[in-house]
T-cell receptor
Framework: ETGVTQSPTHLIKTRGQQVTLRCSSQ?????VSWYQQALGQGPQFIFQ???????GRGNFPPRFSGLQFPNYSSELNVNALELDDSALYLC???????????FGPGTRLTVL | ELKVEQNPLFLSMQEGKNYTIYCNYS?????LYWYRQDPGKSLESLFV?????AVKQEGRLMASLDTKARLSTLHITAAVHDLSATYFC?????????????FGTGTRLKVLA
């Protein structure tokens, strides 16, 4: 059984650029959630996808968008990057109806 | 405003001692989770608490949930150095099929040898 994977591991961008982060779910999981974790803080829920549709969203602006593909992998896109977007981005997969999420290793994004 | 607060934020304790971390949340939920995070690493699921009065134990850690008080506790028994990490609680506030999940502020635990 393959765990949750994310790519890339690290990324450096400049303000105003766009970025795409990728997540592959654990085998058999149909739900993916994305979180932003700023340094020294708890993760903040961005959104969740189930069957390729957004199924809940936290307090993030529309420039944060996502996709889920038929194989349940997912992308997080962030447009018009701001300095405050610098953070660890975590995805977590789960099976709908079950309570445990499994987190990936994260992508650390630095915006200069 | 939805809040999930942990107390204390920082905890330094001697090996062999007992201590409790508290997680208070500001709205109704009967689904609470505890996670561990090592520095620079991702989150590891520790406990899933799904009803009032739920108690789960794993090794030196025991978690409980009181939904009426909107309080969960994570009790550490006879701490060892390997328990040093940041611990987060998280509350599931999903309604009508729409998902919403809020993490606490985190408690950074350091166990001194």
């Amino acid at each position: 059984e393959t765990g949750v994977t994310q790519s890339p591991t690290h990324l450096i961008k400049t303000r105003g650029q766009q970025v795409t982060l990728r997540c592959s779910s654990q085998s058999g999981h149909n739900t993916v959630s994305w979180y932003q974790q700023a340094l020294g803080q708890g993760p903040q829920f961005i959104f969740q996808y189930y069957r390729e549709e957004e199924n809940g969203r936290g307090n993030f602006p529309p420039r944060f968008s996502g996709l889920q593909f038929p194989n349940y992998s997912s992308e997080l896109n962030v447009n018009a990057l701001e300095l405050d977007d610098s953070a660890l981005y975590l995805c977590a997969s789960s099976l709908r109806g079950e309570d445990t999420q499994y987190f990936g290793p994260g992508t650390r994004l630095t915006v200069l | 405003e939805l809040k999930v607060e942990q107390n204390p934020l920082f905890l330094s304790m001697q090996e062999g001692k007992n201590y409790t971390i508290y997680c208070n949340y500001s709205t109704t939920s009967d689904r609470l989770y505890w996670y561990r995070q090592d520095p620079g690493k991702s989150l590891e699921s520790l406990f899933v608490l799904l009803s009032n009065g739920a108690v789960k134990q794993e090794g030196r850690l025991m978690a409980s949930l009181d939904t009426k008080a909107r309080l969960s506790t994570l009790h550490i028994t006879a701490a060892v150095h390997d328990l040093s990490a940041t611990y987060f609680c998280a509350v599931d506030l999903s309604t009508s099929g729409t998902y919403k999940y809020i993490f606490g502020t985190g408690t950074r635990l350091k166990v001194l040898a």
